[in-house]
Nanobody, 121 residues
Framework: QVQLVESGGGLVQAGGSLRLSCAAS????????MGWYRQAPGKQRELAAT???????AYADPVKGRFTISRDNAKNTVYLQMNSLKPEDTAVYYC???????????????WGQGTQVTVSS
């Protein structure tokens, strides 16, 4: 099993910044992609940003140019730097890790418990 623990959420005013961190631990074999998803009240969970083990990144349109995802493979940690935050960024942010199974039978998705980000206007 792989555990993901997020930190860095909180309350910030519009235009401010926050940095989220997510550390993976446990029986780690090899992590493929890692990412951040978010879920606002009454809405479905949606992708914010992803990063491959090689460092290739992808962003959802609403966060492009404001959010930056990065990772430290040696620490099995992924980060999300969020700048120019808007009230519509308010959501619970979840970390995701796509993990190779040691038995070679594909990939397993793991999720963190979520961290609340609230942006006031």
């Amino acid at each position: 099993q792989v555990q993901l623990v997020e930190s860095g959420g909180g309350l910030v005013q519009a235009g401010g910044s926050l940095r989220l961190s997510c550390a993976a631990s446990g029986r780690i074999f090899r992590i493929n992609a890692m990412g951040w998803y978010r879920q606002a009240p009454g809405k479905q969970r949606e992708l914010a940003a992803t990063i491959t083990s090689g460092g290739n990144t992808a962003y959802a349109d609403p966060v492009k140019g404001r959010f930056t995802i990065s990772r430290d493979n040696a620490k099995n940690t992924v980060y999300l730097q969020m700048n120019s935050l808007k009230p519509e960024d308010t959501a619970v942010y979840y970390c995701n890790a796509n993990h190779w199974r040691p038995d070679g039978r594909g990939l397993t998705d793991y999720w963190g418990q979520g961290t609340q980000v609230t942006v006031s206007s």
